[in-house]
């Protein structure tokens, strides 16, 4: 059974910080690895999608790479602003699309 | 639409009745993907639509629980005699195709929230 955990849990960064948030999984055979953001009382917000033959996807200050033989993905985020604050959950797709997720890192970005 | 639409966004309802919850896609996606999100639980994948079709209904937590979809659109996620460990966020997501099939994100919804009293 596929296991997705990420660390840390929380995080707390002063405004204009790099910053590293990890996903690990334990089955290697999987399609793809996404990275999502969620607001409080609000649904997920597709970040970036990794497909299993790449090893990093970029977007805007988002960076995330994949290296699937480790079951290990990571999400770099640079000059960090209170606007990214939230909970990051990343999710591995396996087998017939049932996405499994992450317990998420909740991300506070203060002035 | 713009996005992925669920109604009620909040629903209270008594141990014992029944509720529908209801999730409209993205206009042209083909699959359809329910979750719930509970406290100390993380997301759990529930079932997924392609087209009508529902391949794999193992993800669903019990009998109680059933869900269609109509048209190729409208998803409906029903729970018969909830329970107080029914209480959740229950989101849907959709996407232009399967995952294994193209690679294309799931686009979420911001579910709905459900409490049993």
């Known amino acids: 059974k596929q296991e997705v955990t990420q660390i840390p849990a929380a995080l707390s960064v002063p405004e204009g910080e790099n910053l590293v948030l990890n996903c690990s999984f334990t089955?290697?055979?999987?399609?793809?690895l996404q990275w999502f953001r969620q607001d409080p009382g609000k649904g997920l917000t597709s970040l970036l999608l990794?497909?299993?033959?790449?090893r990093e996807q970029t977007s805007g200050r988002l960076n995330a790479s994949l290296d699937k033989s480790s079951g290990r993905s990571t999400l770099y985020i640079a000059a960090s602003q209170p606007g990214d604050s939230a909970t990051y959950l990343c999710?591995?797709?396996?087998?017939?699309?049932?996405?499994?997720f992450g317990t998420g890192t909740r991300l506070q970005v203060t002035l | 639409g713009a996005g992925v639409s669920q109604s009620p966004s909040n629903k209270v309802t008594e141990k014992g009745k029944d509720v529908e919850l209801r999730c409209d896609p993205i206009?042209?996606?083909?699959?359809l993907y329910w979750y719930r999100q509970s406290l100390g639980q993380g997301l759990e994948f529930l079932i997924y639509?392609?087209?009508?079709?529902?391949?794999?209904k193992s993800g669903l937590p019990s009998d109680r629980f059933s869900a269609e979809r109509t048209g190729g659109s409208v998803s409906t996620l029903t729970i018969q005699r909830t329970q107080q460990e029914d209480s959740a966020v229950y989101l849907c997501?959709?996407?232009?195709?399967?995952?294994?099939?193209?690679?294309?994100?799931?686009?979420f919804g911001d579910g709905t929230r459900l409490s049993i009293l």
């Open positions: 206009s042209g996606h083909t699959a």
């Open positions: 990794i497909q299993s033959s790449q």
């Open positions: 999710a591995v797709d396996g087998t017939a699309s049932k996405l499994t």
């Open positions: 639509f392609q087209g009508n079709s529902a391949p794999d």
């Open positions: 089955d290697s055979a999987i399609y793809n």
């Open positions: 997501a959709s996407s232009l195709a399967l995952i294994q099939d193209s690679n294309q994100p799931q686009h």
